[in-house]
């Protein structure tokens, strides 16, 4: 399983004017990323806190989370942090 | 001095000279050109523009110039050159204008980066802005034409400059460009409106040119603060619709519609942010600029869209 981490607490940027949405410049890349809300909790979860596993952030956000937390919302949990890794905004290592 | 003091023959020669030196504020353009054409163009587009002495510092210096050879008889051509270098391809000596117009967007766009410069329409009415980011065939122009026939000030239909430090938005006040069905359309909407002859087969298909208001090139020099972003969009006959469009997505609009937005790093994020922030953000469809100037005589009124 791997242990999530943010790409550098101090290295991005973020605007959020709904609180869901939010775009996040990437001070090192230049790159301007617009992010749904699950990723937008997920990076800033990361950025304020220690790197964890998808399945500890899914038991931080499971008061958010309509199901309460089910796999499938893991699934959607571990897709977000996925699509964030490839576009450099957090960083994954075996745990 | 305004252009439109100039005898025709003093604009020709200072054309052919390059002692041509438009006041387009905040910039100074210098132009050169030995296509006869061009002279009328100039004054009927910019008559009320200020001409600028001839030795002072021009910001850029352009030039449409008729190709040497037998194309100077045969099917003539001209090519566009910024500061004495040969610039795009040459195209049909007929195009001469747009070539100008297009030329003078492209120094802007690629030069001046002391203002983050955003693809887009700006006009303005009582000191607030509209700010209308969109790719060529949203109909971005022709609303944008049609609303300064309508008491809106013109500040731009192509290119928002905005101030990183102040939050201002200038423009040139320039004329509009309209192409294909959108000059007739203009031209229903407001007959009285200057336009120049339309010039067919460009790369954007018939071009013509739409004079800008006497009261906006009056006010070029007052930069507008933006109070709404909006996103237009046009299909024919459909009814005009506002709609709420997100801050964030309007954001990513923007910054996809800005020439040198990544040039600007994290300056460039917080002041488009700040942009962001200070406007309200709206989807606009619509079919007839009549519907489309009384939506926009209502948002400028204060009701919700």
Known sequence: ?95 | MKVAQLSQDDLARRLRRGELLLDLPPFVARLRSDVASLARDIADMYGEFTVRPSNVFADFSVEVSREPGLRRWYKPQARFYYDGQPSFAPLPAQQAFPMIEWGLNWCVAAHAHQFLTIHAAVIERDGRAVVMPAPPGSGKSTLCAGLIQRGWRLLSDELALLDMDTGLIHGMARPVSLKNASIAALLDFAPQAVMTPPVPDTVKGTVSLLQPPVASVQRVREPARAAWIVLPSHAPDAPPVFSTHGKERAFMTLAEQSFNYDMHGARGFEAMGRLVDQCECLRFHYGRLDDAAAAFERLAGGSPP
Do not use: K
């Open chain 1, 1 to 95: 399983m791997n242990t999530w981490s943010c790409a550098g607490r101090e290295r991005f940027l973020v605007r959020s004017w709904s609180g869901e949405e939010g775009v996040v410049y990437d001070t090192l890349s230049g790159d301007t990323h617009l992010l749904e809300p699950l990723a937008l909790e997920l990076l800033q979860r990361l950025q304020a806190a220690a790197p964890r596993s998808a399945r500890a952030l899914l038991d931080d956000l499971a008061e958010l989370l309509e199901d309460g937390g089910s796999e499938s919302s893991l699934a959607a949990i571990e897709q977000g942090l996925e699509s964030m890794r490839r576009a450099g905004l957090v960083v994954a290592s075996a745990a």
